[in-house]
C-alpha cells in the first residue's frame, strides 16, 4: 500500500499568514492526489485535484505544488473561514489512501 | 443536482453486522463509481472500498474479510454491509462520488456499543 506522511498534524497560524501543509508519497503517485478542506461536522471537500489544480468555486489564495514525491498546500494569505482540517488523498493505486490529516487553527 | 445520502441505524451491538445505504440522485451508478469512506471521532478519514459503474468492486484489504459492497441501479443504491462489528469501528461513514471525490453525503455516525 502507498503511504500517506502528511504533516505537520496540527497547526495554529495568524491572519495574513502564509501556510503550507505537506504529504510524502512512499511511491510514485504523479500526479494523482487531492486536497480536502473539512470543517467541524461537515463532510471533506475537495480544494485541489491532479495535485495543482484548483476546484470550482476555491478561493485562489489556495494552491498546489510538487517536489518529486512532496505534495503541498499552501495558504498565501490565511483567512478566518480558513480554519478546517485538510488531508490529502493518493488515487494513483488501490488501495486509496489518505494522509493523516492537519488541523489548521487560527492563532 | 448531484446529491448522495447516507442511510443506516446509528447504534450497532459488538460482534453485528452494519448495513448501510447510499441513496444518489442526479447522476447514474452506470456511468460513475461510488467510494465509502469513514472516519473515527477525532481522526482521519479511511477508504473503505468502490463499487464501480460496471459493478466491479474492490476493497480495502484490511476490511475484505468483513465488508461487502453491492447496488441496486433501478434504485440508484449502493449498499455497504460489514459484520463482525467491534467498537473501533465507531465512526461517520460517507459515501462519495467517483475516484475525484467530488461530491460526498452528508455522512452517518454509527456507534459500536452494547
Known amino acids: 500500500d502507498i503511504q500517506m506522511t502528511q504533516s505537520p498534524s496540527s497547526m495554529s497560524a495568524s491572519l495574513g499568514d502564509r501556510v503550507t501543509i505537506t504529504c510524502q508519497a512512499s511511491q510514485d503517485i504523479g500526479n494523482n492526489l487531492i486536497w480536502f478542506q473539512q470543517k467541524p461536522g461537515k463532510s471533506p471537500r475537495p480544494m485541489i485535484y491532479?495535485?495543482?489544480n484548483l476546484a470550482n468555486g476555491v478561493p485562489s489564495r489556495f494552491s498546489g505544488s510538487r517536489s518529486g514525491s512532496d505534495y503541498s498546500l499552501t495558504i498565501s494569505s490565511l483567512e478566518s473561514e480558513d480554519m478546517a482540517d485538510y488531508h490529502c488523498l493518493q488515487y494513483k493505486q488501490y488501495p486509496l489512501t489518505f494522509g493523516s490529516g492537519t488541523k489548521l487553527e487560527i492563532k | 443536482q448531484v446529491q448522495l445520502k447516507e442511510s443506516g441505524p446509528g447504534l450497532v451491538q459488538p460482534s453485528q453486522t452494519l448495513s448501510l445505504t447510499c441513496t444518489v440522485s442526479g447522476f447514474s451508478l452506470m456511468d460513475y463509481s461510488v467510494h465509502w469512506v469513514r472516519q473515527p471521532p477525532g481522526k482521519g478519514l479511511e477508504w473503505m472500498g468502490r463499487m464501480k459503474y460496471d459493478g466491479d468492486t474492490y476493497y480495502n484489504s484490511a476490511l475484505k474479510s468483513r465488508l461487502s459492497i453491492s447496488r441496486d441501479t433501478s434504485k440508484s443504491q449502493v449498499f455497504l454491509k460489514m459484520n463482525s462489528l467491534q467498537t473501533e469501528d465507531t465512526a461517520i461513514y460517507y459515501c462519495?462520488?467517483?475516484?475525484?471525490?467530488?461530491?460526498w453525503g452528508q455522512g452517518v455516525m454509527v456507534t459500536v456499543s452494547s
Open positions: 491532479y495535485a495543482t
Open positions: 462519495t462520488r467517483r475516484y475525484l471525490f467530488d461530491y
